[in-house]
T-cell receptor, first 115, second 109 residues
Framework: EPEVTQTPSHQVTQMGQEVILRCVPISNHLYFYWYRQILGQKVEFLVSFYNNEISEKSEIFDDQFSVERPDGSNFTLKIRSTKLEDSAMYFC?????????????FGDGTRLSIL | GESVGLHLPTLSVQEGDNSIINCAYSNSASDYFIWYKQESGKGPQFIIDIRSNMDKRQGQRVTVLLNKTVKHLSLQIAATQPGDSAVYFCAENVSKRYFGTGTSLTVIP
């Protein structure tokens, strides 16, 4: 069964440094998402991406965040200047045709630890 | 504001018993609902979905019930197994797919 893959599984970064989290969505999917989950808390929506542009973003997704689909397979989340509170699990997800009535398929996440 | 929430943070059941996990939503415009399972160290995994034109949908050992009148959703797991131990989230399509805090299901062998 096709799956969403994320790399790395664990990223440790010094505060203030830039970090790029990578995702390979399911190949025929058109909608892409990033979520984060702070330890012990709920999954929080960050951003959705369709047709090479952001379609929705939450208040968490401020100017420090950006997303990109640099080629036909990868979908990346960049945090420009990391803060301690960025430490969390970051999940990538993708879905098929219309985003509103299709389930999302999630990767197993990248654990981001900011020191 | 809109929210998707769960009634109980934890649930313990004996292996072989049925489990019921509940979820409330507040957005009347929601017309599609999803249940996810999240095992430790893994991402949310799709279990079952239901559209608002239905009030019940069955999968393999799982049933989702939707009561639009009271904006309530439940997930029933039949003959619960140790492998069902996980956190279960509901999500809906309108509020940017916000997840509730989840219900942690523990299956006691």
């Amino acid at each position: 069964e096709p799956e969403v893959t994320q790399t790395p599984s664990h990223q440790v970064t010094q505060m203030g440094q830039e970090v790029i989290l990578r995702c390979v969505p399911i190949s025929n999917h058109l909608y892409f998402y990033w979520y984060r989950q702070i330890l012990g808390q709920k999954v929080e929506f960050l951003v959705s991406f369709y047709n090479n542009e952001i379609s929705e973003k939450s208040e968490i997704f401020d100017d420090q965040f950006s997303v990109e689909r640099p080629d036909g397979s990868n979908f990346t989340l960049k945090i420009r200047s990391t803060k301690l509170e960025d430490s969390a699990m970051y999940f990538c997800a993708s879905s098929g045709s219309r985003a509103s009535n299709q389930p999302q398929h999630f990767g197993d996440g990248t654990r981001l630890s900011i020191l | 504001g809109e929210s998707v929430g769960l009634h109980l943070p934890t649930l313990s059941v004996q292996e072989g018993d049925n489990s019921i996990i509940n979820c409330a939503y507040s957005n009347s415009a929601s017309d599609y609902f999803i249940w996810y399972k999240q095992e430790s160290g893994k991402g949310p995994q799709f279990i079952i979905d239901i559209r608002s034109n239905m009030d019940k949908r069955q999968g393999q050992r799982v049933t989702v019930l939707l009561n639009k009148t009271v904006k309530h959703l439940s997930l029933q797991i039949a003959a619960t197994q140790p492998g069902d131990s996980a956190v279960y989230f509901c999500a809906e399509n309108v509020s940017k797919r916000y997840f509730g805090t989840g219900t942690s299901l523990t299956v006691i062998p």
